[in-house]
C-alpha cells in the first residue's frame, strides 16, 4: 500500500504531458489535411477507402511514435518549462513526418505517384509501404527527439542532419530491398496493384527503421561520429533483413518460393510473413546493440544457473549518473 499514493501522484503528474502530446498528434493531422489534395474524411468515411485508411493509421502511428522521443524525462525542470519543450519538438517532428512523405513518394516509390494510387486507384499496396516508412520515419525521430546538444540551435541543426541520415538509409535500403526482392518491387506494387508485395516492403521498411533508431537514441551533438555510428549499423541492418528474407523462403515458407507466392499467386500471408521475418531480426538486432543493455558482472553471474541472486551495487569507481542539461529556455543546453 505504500507505492500506491506515489503511484496515484505520478499518473497525475503525467496527464499535462499526455494532453500535451495528444494535442501534437491533432495538429500532425490538421498538417496533413491542410499539405494535400485531398479530404481525409471524404477518402475514410464516404469513399471508404482502404488503401488510404492503411496509409494514414501508419502516418499517424509513426507521427505518435516520433512524439513520444520529445517525452524523454528532464531533470529537475519546470512543468511549464517541459511542456513548452514537448511542444516545440512535437511540432517538429510533425513537419518532418509530414516531409518524410513527400520524400517517399520522389524517392523511394519514385516510378509513380503515391497519391494516385493511394486516391485513385485504391491500391493498398501502396498504402502498406507509406505506413511502413512513416513507421520508420517515427522510430528514428523518436531516437533523434531523445538526445541532447549544447544549445538550441544546435539541436535544430542536429535533428535536420539526422532526419536527412535516416531518409537516405530507408531510400538505401529501398533500393538494395528492390535488388534481392526477385521480382520488379515498384511494377508489382504501382502496375499491378499487389498487396503482398505491398505488405512485405512496408515490413522492411518498418524493421529498417527500428534498427536505424537505436543508433539515434540519445544522439549527441557529435554528429560526424553519430552518423558514422548510424550508417554502420544500418548496413548491418540491411544485411540482416536480406537475409532473414532468405531465411524466411527457407524456413517458413519451404514449399514454395516467396518471390512467387508475392509476385505471382499475390498471397498476402506470404507477405505478412515475410514483414513479420523482418520485424523479428529488426527488433532481435536492435535489444543486442543497444548502448543500455550492460549490466554489472556481479549481477549478470548473479543470474547463471545454481547462483545466488543478489542486488548488485554499482561497481566502484564508475561514474556518477550525467545531469540533464538546461531546459530551451536555459542557458546551458538543450534537448535535441
Given at each position: 500500500?505504500?507505492?500506491?499514493?506515489?503511484?496515484?501522484?505520478?499518473?497525475?503528474?503525467?496527464?499535462?504531458?499526455?494532453?500535451?502530446?495528444?494535442?501534437?498528434?491533432?495538429?500532425?493531422?490538421?498538417?496533413?489535411?491542410?499539405?494535400?489534395?485531398?479530404?481525409?474524411?471524404?477518402?475514410?468515411?464516404?469513399?471508404?477507402?482502404?488503401?488510404?485508411?492503411?496509409?494514414?493509421?501508419?502516418?499517424?502511428?509513426?507521427?505518435?511514435?516520433?512524439?513520444?522521443?520529445?517525452?524523454?524525462?528532464?531533470?529537475?525542470?519546470?512543468?511549464?518549462?517541459?511542456?513548452?519543450?514537448?511542444?516545440?519538438?512535437?511540432?517538429?517532428?510533425?513537419?518532418?513526418?509530414?516531409?518524410?512523405?513527400?520524400?517517399?513518394?520522389?524517392?523511394?516509390?519514385?516510378?509513380?505517384?503515391?497519391?494516385?494510387?493511394?486516391?485513385?486507384?485504391?491500391?493498398?499496396?501502396?498504402?502498406?509501404?507509406?505506413?511502413?516508412?512513416?513507421?520508420?520515419?517515427?522510430?528514428?525521430?523518436?531516437?533523434?527527439?531523445?538526445?541532447?546538444?549544447?544549445?538550441?540551435?544546435?539541436?535544430?541543426?542536429?535533428?535536420?542532419?539526422?532526419?536527412?541520415?535516416?531518409?537516405?538509409?530507408?531510400?538505401?535500403?529501398?533500393?538494395?530491398?528492390?535488388?534481392?526482392?526477385?521480382?520488379?518491387?515498384?511494377?508489382?506494387?504501382?502496375?499491378?496493384?499487389?498487396?503482398?508485395?505491398?505488405?512485405?516492403?512496408?515490413?522492411?521498411?518498418?524493421?529498417?527503421?527500428?534498427?536505424?533508431?537505436?543508433?539515434?537514441?540519445?544522439?549527441?551533438?557529435?554528429?560526424?561520429?553519430?552518423?558514422?555510428?548510424?550508417?554502420?549499423?544500418?548496413?548491418?541492418?540491411?544485411?540482416?533483413?536480406?537475409?532473414?528474407?532468405?531465411?524466411?523462403?527457407?524456413?517458413?515458407?519451404?514449399?514454395s518460393p516467396l518471390a512467387k507466392e508475392v509476385a505471382v499467386d499475390k498471397n498476402m500471408a506470404a507477405g505478412a510473413v515475410a514483414a513479420a521475418a523482418f520485424l523479428l531480426v529488426a527488433v532481435l538486432f536492435a535489444a543486442s546493440v543497444r548502448d543500455d543493455r550492460a549490466v554489472p558482472a556481479a549481477s549478470a553471474s548473479a543470474m547463471l544457473p545454481g547462483s545466488p541472486i543478489e542486488s548488485a551495487a554499482a561497481p566502484s569507481g564508475s561514474e556518477p549518473p550525467k545531469e540533464s542539461p538546461a531546459p530551451l529556455n536555459g542557458a546551458q543546453g538543450a534537448k535535441q
Amino acid at each position: 500500500m505504500q507505492a500506491f499514493m506515489p503511484s496515484i501522484n505520478h499518473g497525475l503528474s503525467a496527464l499535462p504531458l499526455f494532453a500535451t502530446a495528444f494535442l501534437l498528434a491533432f495538429a500532425a493531422r490538421w498538417l496533413f489535411r491542410k499539405t494535400t489534395r485531398f479530404e481525409i474524411d471524404e477518402e475514410l468515411t464516404e469513399r471508404d477507402n482502404t488503401a488510404f485508411g492503411i496509409a494514414f493509421a501508419g502516418y499517424m502511428l509513426g507521427v505518435a511514435i516520433a512524439i513520444s522521443g520529445a517525452l524523454s524525462p528532464w531533470e529537475s525542470v519546470a512543468l511549464l518549462d517541459e511542456i513548452l519543450t514537448i511542444a516545440l519538438y512535437g511540432i517538429i517532428a510533425a513537419a518532418l513526418m509530414r516531409a518524410s512523405l513527400w520524400i517517399n513518394d520522389k524517392a523511394i516509390l519514385y516510378r509513380f505517384s503515391i497519391d494516385k494510387e493511394l486516391v485513385r486507384d485504391h491500391n493498398s499496396g501502396t498504402g502498406f509501404v507509406v505506413a511502413g516508412s512513416s513507421i520508420a520515419t517515427g522510430f528514428m525521430l523518436r531516437g533523434v527527439l531523445s538526445g541532447y546538444s549544447a544549445s538550441f540551435w544546435l539541436g535544430m541543426r542536429d535533428i535536420a542532419i539526422y532526419f536527412l541520415v535516416g531518409q537516405l538509409i530507408l531510400i538505401a535500403g529501398g533500393w538494395v530491398y528492390a535488388r534481392f526482392a526477385g521480382y520488379d518491387v515498384h511494377e508489382e506494387i504501382g502496375d499491378k496493384d499487389n498487396v503482398a508485395a505491398g505488405i512485405s516492403f512496408g515490413g522492411f521498411l518498418a524493421a529498417l527503421g527500428y534498427i536505424a533508431s537505436v543508433a539515434l537514441a540519445g544522439a549527441s551533438g557529435q554528429w560526424a561520429d553519430e552518423v558514422v555510428t548510424s550508417l554502420v549499423l544500418a548496413v548491418f541492418g540491411i544485411v540482416l533483413l536480406i537475409t532473414a528474407r532468405v531465411v524466411a523462403d527457407v524456413f517458413l515458407l519451404p514449399k514454395s518460393p516467396l518471390a512467387k507466392e508475392v509476385a505471382v499467386d499475390k498471397n498476402m500471408a506470404a507477405g505478412a510473413v515475410a514483414a513479420a521475418a523482418f520485424l523479428l531480426v529488426a527488433v532481435l538486432f536492435a535489444a543486442s546493440v543497444r548502448d543500455d543493455r550492460a549490466v554489472p558482472a556481479a549481477s549478470a553471474s548473479a543470474m547463471l544457473p545454481g547462483s545466488p541472486i543478489e542486488s548488485a551495487a554499482a561497481p566502484s569507481g564508475s561514474e556518477p549518473p550525467k545531469e540533464s542539461p538546461a531546459p530551451l529556455n536555459g542557458a546551458q543546453g538543450a534537448k535535441q
